[in-house]
């Protein structure tokens, strides 16, 4: 695995550069007194079970002091060449020359974590909740979902909303993904709107709730990390799935075993790991990262750099228009004629055309384009590429989808860092 340059503040550079600050976030110590009276009652247990054991000399602990246990596990064991942006919560992404795969495998599929996945992970007693504005509340193993309703394998494209934020300047807070907080494995489950139809869905049921089992970063008992919901229009569409299952195989823990929500074309956000209750609500959901400026951009474009007040904010819906060279490395030598692949996706709608250029967008030719496996799934493409002399070369891939939406060179900035769609380029030396 590689380690990132610019990594999200994590717990450790939290601590460093302010452990006052850190002691009351994540420990609810404020004072030297608050700090004594944490480590000798239930903040101490909290923090034991963290580390997964009694702490013999918690007296001796100083202010803003972190247990190197909290980092210490291999957090990409069963992952392949993943780039490790942050460790607590883990996010790690998949450089995009490792995700030529026309199905993402599950050691190359990206982790995008809130909190802290748990360790009782057993499918046998795991239990799905569906309550709120339902007639029928019901509560559902694993085994239940096998048993009482269909179930279907998808290839189903998941996306970060914050992909492609390194990009922007003035730099946006948050993880600092290239572009490979995307993959497009397949998930095998039920269909989401088939476990609503079964529950019925009330008539004032307008919108989703979703709970996961993964604990706060602080350990606080009840505290949710995420919790983001979606229209119960989309939530009935038909490419949604409550999957159990990753590429024929359990899901790899980082990735949300034992069951977790698939919601393709919206922020990968919305499709909730180590998923344990979905309820309905009558107003739009208010959880964890739901609300003010998260997973939200401006109703406007702004000037980069702009500060836009939170009312001016609307929560992100589709993912945009956007494609990918994954055939060949930025640094690669080659010959005067290759082959180049890739993928492309646009939200809930289809591909219509993919472009390649090698000219600085001056000419492009068209790219043979595949159809999506399912609804859902990213589109593969390939094309032949000649280039006509030795020199240094840069393929420039576009995507324009079915209602016309075409990848911009520009960046479209946000204060967030979210929905960078522009046009991949690779660079290539032909010797």
């Given at each position: 695995?590689?380690?990132?340059?610019?990594?999200?503040?994590?717990?450790?550079?939290?601590?460093?550069?302010?452990?006052?600050?850190?002691?009351?976030?994540?420990?609810?110590?404020?004072?030297?007194?608050?700090?004594?009276?944490?480590?000798?009652?239930?903040?101490?247990?909290?923090?034991?079970?963290?580390?997964?054991?009694?702490?013999?000399?918690?007296?001796?602990?100083?202010?803003?002091?972190?247990?190197?246990?909290?980092?210490?596990?291999?957090?990409?064991?069963?992952?392949?060449?993943?780039?490790?942006?942050?460790?607590?919560?883990?996010?790690?992404?998949?450089?995009a020359h490792l995700l030529n795969d026309l199905i993402t495998p599950t050691s190359r599929h990206f982790i995008r974590n809130n909190g802290i996945p748990p360790e009782n992970v057993n499918p046998e007693t795991w239990e799905l909740t569906i309550d709120g504005l339902v007639k029928t509340p019901l509560k559902l193993s694993i085994a239940d979902l096998k048993k009482n309703f269909k179930t279907h394998t998808l290839a189903l494209?998941?996306?970060?909303?914050?992909?492609?934020?390194?990009?922007?300047?003035?730099?946006?807070?948050?993880?600092?993904?290239?572009?490979?907080?995307?993959?497009?494995?397949?998930?095998?489950?039920?269909?989401?709107?088939?476990?609503?139809?079964?529950?019925?869905?009330?008539?004032?049921?307008?919108?989703?709730?979703?709970?996961?089992?993964?604990?706060?970063?602080?350990?606080?008992?009840?505290?949710?990390?995420?919790?983001?919901?979606?229209?119960?229009?989309?939530?009935?569409?038909?490419?949604?799935?409550?999957?159990?299952?990753?590429?024929?195989?359990?899901?790899?823990?980082?990735?949300?075993?034992?069951?977790?929500?698939?919601?393709?074309?919206?922020?990968?956000?919305?499709?909730?790991?180590?998923?344990?209750?979905?309820?309905?609500?009558?107003?739009?959901?208010?959880?964890?990262?739901?609300?003010?400026?998260?997973?939200?951009?401006?109703?406007?474009?702004?000037?980069?750099?702009?500060?836009?007040?939170?009312?001016?904010?609307?929560?992100?819906?589709?993912?945009?228009?956007?494609?990918?060279?994954?055939?060949?490395?930025?640094?690669?030598?080659?010959?005067?004629?290759?082959?180049?692949?890739?993928?492309?996706?646009?939200?809930?709608?289809?591909?219509?055309?993919?472009?390649?250029?090698?000219?600085?967008?001056?000419?492009?030719?068209?790219?043979?384009?595949?159809?999506?496996?399912?609804?859902?799934?990213?589109?593969?493409?390939?094309?032949?590429?000649?280039?006509?002399?030795?020199?240094?070369?840069?393929?420039?891939?576009?995507?324009?989808?079915?209602?016309?939406?075409?990848?911009?060179?520009?960046?479209?900035?946000?204060?967030?860092?979210?929905?960078?769609?522009?046009?991949?380029?690779?660079?290539?030396?032909?010797?």
């Amino acid at each position: 695995m590689t380690i990132s340059k610019e990594p999200e503040k994590g717990l450790y550079e939290f601590f460093e550069s302010n452990p006052k600050e850190a002691d009351k976030e994540f420990f609810g110590r404020e004072t030297n007194a608050d700090r004594r009276g944490f480590l000798k009652g239930a903040g101490l247990a909290t923090m034991g079970a963290m580390v997964g054991s009694t702490i013999p000399f918690h007296q001796n602990m100083p202010a803003g002091f972190i247990p190197a246990a909290f980092a210490s596990e291999d957090v990409l064991v069963g992952k392949d060449g993943l780039t490790l942006l942050n460790d607590r919560p883990v996010n790690a992404e998949t450089p995009a020359h490792l995700l030529n795969d026309l199905i993402t495998p599950t050691s190359r599929h990206f982790i995008r974590n809130n909190g802290i996945p748990p360790e009782n992970v057993n499918p046998e007693t795991w239990e799905l909740t569906i309550d709120g504005l339902v007639k029928t509340p019901l509560k559902l193993s694993i085994a239940d979902l096998k048993k009482n309703f269909k179930t279907h394998t998808l290839a189903l494209a998941i996306e970060c909303g914050g992909n492609g934020r390194s990009s922007f300047d003035p730099p946006a807070k948050g993880n600092q993904w290239t572009l490979g907080a995307v993959a497009c494995s397949e998930w095998t489950g039920v269909k989401l709107k088939d476990v609503l139809e079964k529950a019925g869905v009330k008539s004032n049921a307008i919108y989703t709730a979703h709970e996961g089992a993964d604990a706060h970063l602080s350990g606080k008992p009840g505290k949710l990390p995420i919790s983001r919901g979606m229209p119960i229009e989309k939530a009935m569409t038909d490419n949604i799935l409550i999957a159990w299952a990753q590429n024929g195989a359990p899901i790899h823990p980082n990735n949300g075993a034992p069951l977790r929500l698939v919601v393709p074309g919206w922020p990968g956000s919305l499709s909730h790991k180590w998923l344990n209750r979905i309820y309905l609500r009558d107003v739009e959901h208010d959880g964890p990262k739901m609300t003010g400026t998260a997973y939200r951009v401006p109703k406007y474009p702004v000037a980069p750099g702009t500060k836009v007040d939170k009312k001016d904010f609307e929560i992100i819906e589709r993912m945009p228009v956007k494609s990918l060279i994954t055939s060949h490395k930025t640094g690669s030598k080659i010959g005067k004629e290759i082959e180049v692949k890739g993928h492309a996706w646009s939200g809930d709608r289809k591909i219509k055309t993919v472009e390649i250029s090698i000219d600085f967008g001056t000419t492009w030719q068209k790219v043979k384009l595949n159809d999506p496996i399912n609804d859902g799934a990213w589109q593969n493409w390939s094309g032949k590429v000649k280039f006509p002399q030795a020199g240094y070369y840069e393929v420039w891939a576009r995507a324009t989808d079915d209602a016309g939406d075409q990848q911009p060179f520009a960046l479209a900035w946000n204060p967030k860092g979210y929905l960078n769609n522009t046009l991949h380029r690779v660079a290539l030396t032909v010797a």
